[in-house]
T-cell receptor, first 115, second 114 residues
């Protein structure tokens, strides 16, 4: 079975603080993909990053960075110097061979960034 | 390039009725997936279509159905609506779909069943 757990339901920070969103996954596949999506109030999910199971390099994109650790089955997302515009729901997701063409999403973490 | 377009954006229906939601994918995308989002269950996969064929289906009752047309536009239908069907229905498209493919989402159709 495949599962994605985002234990943090809501996080509230003050602008310019750093914040880390946790994601833990379960899968028996050796080949799988992990994603992060952002859902602003407008509703559509916006793709942020994809990682395959063979690439454990950390990724940095502007204020965003991702830490993928297979040893702990985690794919955490850090926003540095958060801004009010970062307020949204963030979803971690998993897509694997066993799941066919389904992508399994975590429950999401709602981030509030206060000015 | 136009994004994924879902119509209508909002819908109110009465229990027992049926409803059809529409999704126009990004031009050139052949895979369309549908998701149901509720506060209690989160984002749940409904089904995925590719070249007019359903490739995968989630764990939803037969009241939920879909189809895809030759221009890749997709519709989903829910018959005999129940109160629990109230949700945000999201459509996502991608060029070919499949494992590991990033998806482009529409803004969703918010369905309220009264």
């Amino acid at each position: 079975a495949q599962k994605v757990t985002q234990a943090q339901t809501e996080i509230s920070v003050v602008e310019k603080e750093d914040v880390t969103l946790d994601c833990v996954y379960e899968t028996r596949d050796t080949t799988y993909y992990l994603f992060w999506y952002k859902q602003p109030p407008s509703g559509e999910l916006v793709f942020l990053i994809r990682r395959n199971s063979f690439d454990e390099q950390n990724e940095i994109s502007g204020r965003y960075s991702w830490n993928f650790q297979k040893s702990t089955s985690s794919f955490n997302f850090t926003i540095t110097a958060s801004q009010v515009v970062d307020s949204a729901v963030y979803f971690c997701a998993l897509s694997g061979v066993t799941g066919g063409f389904k992508t399994i999403f975590g429950a999401g973490t709602r981030l509030f960034v206060k000015a | 390039k136009a994004g994924v377009t879902q119509t209508p954006r909002y819908l109110i229906k009465t229990r027992g009725q049926q409803v059809t939601l529409s999704c126009s994918p990004i031009s050139g995308h052949r895979s369309v997936s549908w998701y149901q989002q509720t506060p209690g269950q989160g984002l749940q996969f409904l089904f995925e279509y590719f070249s007019e064929t359903q490739r995968n289906k989630g764990n939803f009752p037969g009241r939920f159905s879909g189809r895809q047309f030759s221009n890749s536009r997709s519709e989903m239908n829910v018959s005999t609506l129940e109160l629990g069907d109230s949700a945000l229905y999201l459509c996502a498209s991608s060029p070919l779909g499949g494992v590991g493919t990033e998806a482009f989402f529409g803004q969703g159709t918010r369905l309220t069943v009264v």
